[in-house]
């Protein structure tokens, strides 16, 4: 046993997981607040992915557990989270050579010192056997999108991506993102892909807000 893997039995001994949902002790995400998860309805891929599965709403425990993730750092989270995708991905398998996470800007990589797309992205690899592939860059740095609108969304993060390696990316690119709003981030690095060679993107991404329009109908 290692000195790190000691310490993490310690912890873990010490201040047992409580899941996110329900406070129980025992899993970060249980599986009773997993099974609650309501779906989100199955819509069109936006023009320029060939496929798109995003499962959930964004809303209630896995909300809260995306947000433990991403604003406070809680890098371990990605693991429940990731299994919760890789599952997903046995049901609806998407073809691909490749597993790419939407990457973020390096000053924003920076401030939370790990990209939650990534962590994501290595639980699905390593479930579904499909290798994870590094070469996709966020050129620019977008901001905060969360106030912006569509049309302005689409602007700002229009060209931000680009492909940094010599050699050709994947024929056929699955990317992993965690939260979808508009999927404008989505279609750029599609966008950037396809601009250099890549044949057929598809993409997945935990959950997604309904849109204004559809919030409506519910
Ligand atoms: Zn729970």
Not at 59 to 65: V, Y
């Amino acid at each position: 046993m290692t000195f790190s893997s000691l310490m993490d039995a310690l912890l873990g001994f010490l201040f047992p997981d409580r899941c996110v949902g329900c406070r129980r002790s025992g899993a970060l995400f249980c599986p009773t607040c997993r099974a609650a998860l309501r779906p989100y309805p199955l819509d069109d891929p936006p023009p320029g992915l060939d496929a798109m599965l995003v499962p959930w709403l964004y809303e209630g425990a896995l909300r809260q557990a995306i947000h433990r993730m991403k604003y406070r750092s809680q890098r371990r989270m990605a693991a429940p989270l990731g299994d919760l995708l890789a599952a997903q991905l046995r049901h609806h398998p998407q073809p691909a050579d490749a597993i790419i996470p939407v990457p973020l800007h390096t000053t924003r990589l920076a401030e939370r010192g790990f990209n939650q797309s990534t962590e994501l992205a290595a639980r699905i690899a390593r479930a579904t056997g499909i290798p994870l592939v590094s070469g996709l860059e966020r050129c620019r740095d977008t901001g905060h999108q969360a106030q912006l609108g569509r049309r302005e969304r689409q602007q700002n993060i229009a060209a931000a991506f680009v492909w940094t390696v010599y050699a050709p990316p994947p024929a056929r690119v699955l990317l992993v993102d965690d939260v979808l709003t508009t999927g404008a981030t989505l279609v750029a690095c599609a966008d950037a892909l396809r601009a250099v060679g890549t044949q057929e993107v598809r993409a997945v991404a935990l959950a997604r807000s309904l849109a204004p329009a559809q919030k409506m109908i519910q």
